[in-house]
């Protein structure tokens, strides 16, 4: 069953959520929409983007929607792992673009391989059908047709027998519309940098592909160029008192240690091209109403990084039974205490499929005297962390900050939290908050006109005991001007309902939370 509310922006005060207690977890938990692409597999990409009449206009289709969901910046850690690349961390270089594309390509049974120009300078990729081999490059919107017709897409190997089929494509017509469309209006100057990369001129990038593609070399046909797929790796689960949001905006600065570049590092990465997206006319609606103007060193960006929120609220008795370990602690009444002179200790565990950033923990407590010790560690590889020390007496709530995670130091998918507690310190709850890093356009994201959501979980019956809250935020109409909120308790798999967006363009896409109480 669905139990549905639709607010807008005015009817937010005093909003709950509309989950009922319970226990046990929800597993594989799931929200896809029928405008998006369910990106939990290269199986279910390949399904839903490989359209068209043609085998090209299939092709093409995937690589469009490639586009729209990955950009260019620099390579990180898992950055050829399908689903932590694809659907966390949303950007990543020539090579990962290429391996991540033949996961799919390989799923819709194509024959794939990596080609290199300039001497393996960069990396394209090459797909076979129609008898003929065709290079295509999405990172930088790149690839040419042939002259005469019917007209095909070319593989590297014409390209390297005859170079001006690449420096004569724009002026013979062609090129595709979005051709090497970074390269159109450069904003940012660099004298040292990679050949083909955005920081120059569209006439020095066409001769680059066009001499690269002389000096070129095809890969081995199957090669995954390092491409992996872990089916449920990026599993969602909750238990009571959790909750996930996905965010389609960042906060400033979360974001791992080192990820971003110097110019970049007091917001996060972003895609540095700017307003060079608004030349892909397929691609730039699904854009535009994430608009930032004057974003540090670009006039106008379109696609950076987003943050989620993974939450849990547990109480003293929620706590005791969540503890890795625990040493020297009891219940006593509703709240943990020392069962002895000496302070006791209990370890939390927190784990998540998506690459984490930050995170804070609320922690409300009692504390008689100064005396009473009271504090929390983050334990780190080398030796524990101390994050916060108890800094009143008396019954207070406190947070303490865990920082930027440094993948030198810490999982990029789980950490351990350790609370202290001595004397006469008592505490009730923590509120556990990992911010993390995740692809938006590769999300449940609305469309204009009719939307269709559909939940699902691994076991039904999960649902039937514990229903979830999804909460869809978003605003659309004249200027993204209206607010609006769709919340649905969940309580059957697979559960459908449908959210209408106003207005022609794509919705400016605020939020999706999934809860249970």
């Not at 791992?256 to 006319?281: S, T, V």
Request: glycine residues 8%; neutral net charge.
């Amino acid at each position: 069953m669905i139990a549905a509310r639709v607010l807008t922006a005015a009817g937010l005060l005093g909003l709950g959520l509309c989950g009922l207690a319970g226990a046990g977890e929800i597993r594989n938990l799931k929200v896809t929409t029928d405008g998006s692409v369910d990106c939990s597999s290269p199986e279910s990409v390949a399904a839903a983007t490989f359209k068209g009449k043609t085998e090209e206009e299939k092709v093409l289709n995937f690589w469009n929607w490639y586009r729209r969901t990955m950009w260019h910046y620099h390579e990180w850690p898992e950055r050829r792992d399908f689903g932590v690349s694809l659907l966390s961390e949303g950007c990543t270089l020539c090579g990962s673009h290429a391996a991540l594309q033949m996961l799919v390509l390989k799923a819709a049974g194509y024959r794939t391989r990596p080609c290199f120009v300039k001497g393996g300078g960069h990396t394209l990729i090459e797909v076979f059908y129609d008898q003929k081999w065709h290079a295509l490059d999405a990172m930088t919107a790149f690839y040419v047709y042939s002259r005469g017709e019917p007209r095909y897409i070319l593989g590297l190997e014409e390209m390297k027998a005859d170079p001006e089929l690449v420096s004569k494509a724009m002026e013979e017509k062609r090129a595709p519309d979005v051709f090497l469309a970074c390269a159109r209006e450069p904003e940012i100057k660099k004298t040292k940098t990679l050949p083909w990369s955005h920081f120059h001129p569209l006439d020095k990038t066409i001769d680059y592909f066009a001499v690269g593609a002389k000096e070129g070399s095809v890969g081995k046909e199957g090669d995954a160029y390092g491409g992996s797929y872990t089916p449920g790796k990026m599993n969602l689960n909750l238990r009571p008192g959790e909750s996930i949001t996905r965010t389609w905006d960042f906060e400033p600065g979360k974001y791992p240690e080192r990820w971003a570049y110097p110019q970049n590092a007091a917001i996060g990465p972003y895609h540095r091209c700017g307003l060079n997206d608004e030349f892909d006319k397929i691609n730039f609606p699904y854009w535009e109403p994430y608009r930032k103007d004057n974003l540090l060193e670009v006039k106008r960006c379109y696609r950076y990084f987003a943050n989620g929120r993974f939450d849990r609220r547990l109480g003293a008795e929620q706590l005791l039974a969540a503890a890795a370990a625990k040493k020297g602690l009891k219940l006593d009444g509703a709240a943990l205490a020392p069962e002895g002179a000496e302070p006791g200790n209990l370890e939390l565990a927190t784990a998540f499929p998506y690459v984490i950033c930050d995170g804070d923990v609320k922690i409300a407590y009692t504390r008689p005297a100064e005396a009473d010790e009271l504090s929390l560690y983050l334990l780190e590889r080398a030796q524990p962390r101390k994050v916060w020390t108890a800094a009143k007496t008396g019954e207070a709530t406190e947070t303490a900050a865990l920082g930027r995670w440094d993948d030198k130091n810490l999982d990029l998918h789980k950490y351990t939290l350790r609370l202290v507690i001595g004397g006469a310190a008592r505490v009730k709850s923590l509120e556990v908050s990992t911010a993390f890093m995740h692809n938006m356009f590769a999300g449940p994201y609305l469309v204009p006109g009719q939307n269709k959501v559909t939940v699902t979980a691994e076991d039904p019956e999960d649902l039937a005991r514990q229903p979830v809250t999804v909460t869809y935020q978003y605003a659309d109409g004249d200027g993204w001007k209206d607010q609006q909120t769709v919340e649905k308790v969940i309580s059957k798999s697979p559960a459908e309902f449908t959210i209408e967006v106003k207005g022609a363009k794509h919705p400016r896409m605020r939020s999706v939370r999934l809860a249970v109480q």
